[in-house]
């Protein structure tokens, strides 16, 4: 008897397993047309999109140029790719599986952002040092992982929280800088910021207009939009921590492949010492 029941667990927890890897078992379905293009994806569009994956690992290139001096972080880099790769499995089969993945994915990425350049002077009062302030950001990032698996259909409208909090510290942070790059390049990273939300809004809300004109892509240039403005607002995060953290490298920005382009990759340079520390 005990022998049935174990078979007859396994075979329920088998098939249940089943069932969040099947397409189409996430309670998420944007707007695109589902096997417009192919039997075997469901969102082509925003599925190919990435380029979300290809600029994903230009930006896990572009940081590691930065993070190479801080061995410490050298690590966490590839999380980048990892992102649009569950990006693309998510809306190839629109899986609660990918859906997890792809929206977690995204939370430990902006986790590690917020450990490693979040600004030490807005840190809450009673924490004293980036330690400290790092297991706090893991304690939440845990707890919030947890909390994803209770109401799914929130995740995204919670990560897209975080933009807003970003846009605030990056306010607070641009008031007293004078370097024009950096001006500009915070103008441009807000202003695809906000190019990509109104997609985002646009496909979510407004899906049974987009549908009687037949443009139903705007989640995907979401994907190409918010990326960009990621890899953007990620280098100048990383500049003023390189101008904060360790002066001494003397860090300047500029752009890939030619620096008076503006709309190029950017990427940091340190000018001074090949070999420095940062400082926590």
Not at 18 to 23: G, H, R
Not at 62 to 81: A, N, Q
Not at 182 to 193: G, I, M, Q, Y
Not at 204 to 222: A, D, I, K, P
Request: aromatic share 16%.
């Amino acid at each position: 008897m005990t022998l049935l029941y174990m078979l007859v667990v396994c075979v329920y927890s088998s098939e249940k397993m089943a069932e969040v890897f099947s397409y189409e078992s996430s309670e998420i379905d944007w707007c695109e047309d589902n096997y417009r293009h192919s039997e075997h994806v469901v969102e082509f569009f925003n599925t190919v999109s990435p380029v979300d994956q290809n600029i994903h690992i230009s930006l896990s290139i572009m940081l590691f140029l930065y993070l190479k001096e801080h061995e410490k972080f050298v690590g966490k880099w590839p999380l980048f790719s990892f992102t649009g790769m569950f990006s693309v499995y998510f809306h190839m089969t629109l899986s609660f599986v990918g859906q997890m993945l792809d929206e977690l994915s995204i939370l430990w990425v902006l986790a590690v952002g917020y450990a490693v350049w979040f600004p030490r002077k807005l840190f809450p009062s009673f924490i004293k040092d980036r330690s400290t302030f790092s297991k706090l950001v893991l304690l939440i990032t845990v707890v919030s992982t947890l909390s994803s698996f209770v109401k799914p259909t929130a995740n995204a409208y919670a990560l897209n929280c975080f933009g807003l909090h970003l846009l605030y510290t990056l306010a607070i942070e641009m008031r007293c800088c004078t370097d024009q790059k950096a001006l500009r390049l915070a103008k441009l990273s807000v202003a695809l910021w906000v190019l990509a939300i109104s997609c985002w809004i646009s496909d979510r809300v407004g899906c049974s207009f987009w549908q009687r004109v037949n443009f139903c892509y705007l989640h995907g240039f979401w994907h190409i939009f918010i990326v960009m403005a990621v890899a953007y607002g990620s280098t100048l995060i990383a500049y003023l921590d390189a101008n904060y953290e360790i002066p001494y490298s003397l860090p300047g920005l500029q752009y890939w492949p030619c620096d008076k382009w503006s709309v190029g990759l950017p990427h940091i340079v340190l000018k001074g010492t090949s070999k420095t520390q940062k400082r926590c």
